[in-house]
């Protein structure tokens, strides 16, 4: 498994833009699968977007996609979730997550949090 601490987040206005960070350790990432994940009050947790390490291949969650971009950063082991235009419905706790290959995810962060105002 992986350690993973994510960043960024707090408030942000409807329409505005935030970035949330994950930086992992512990492990080479070339084989994971790199996720974002959130968790609104009262709401089971949905997933985000992910992207394979190696290829970069990423994928979207349809109430996300054109408005959140997920990367990575070799040189620092990271994992970045830029989004954009927000609107209140994305406020929640999210969490960075990473898998070995196929399966579930299995290595989790702590969580930060985001919250959208109108």
């Known amino acids: 498994q992986v350690q993973l601490v994510e960043s960024g987040g707090g408030l942000v206005q409807a329409g505005g833009s935030t970035r949330l960070s994950c930086v992992a350790s512990?492990?080479?990432?070339?084989?994971?699968?790199m996720g974002w994940f959130r968790q609104a009050p009262g709401k089971e947790r949905e997933f985000v977007a992910a992207i394979s390490w190696a290829v970069g291949r990423e994928s979207y969650a349809d109430s996300v996609k054109g408005r959140f971009t997920i990367s990575r950063d070799y040189a620092r082991n990271m994992v970045n979730l830029q989004m954009n235009n927000v609107k209140p419905e994305d406020t929640a706790v999210y969490y960075c997550?990473?898998?070995?290959?196929?399966?579930?995810?299995?290595?989790w962060g702590q969580g930060t949090q985001v919250t959208v105002s109108s």
């Open positions: 512990g492990s080479t990432l070339i084989s994971y699968f």
């Open positions: 997550a990473a898998k070995k290959g196929a399966g579930r995810y299995d290595s």
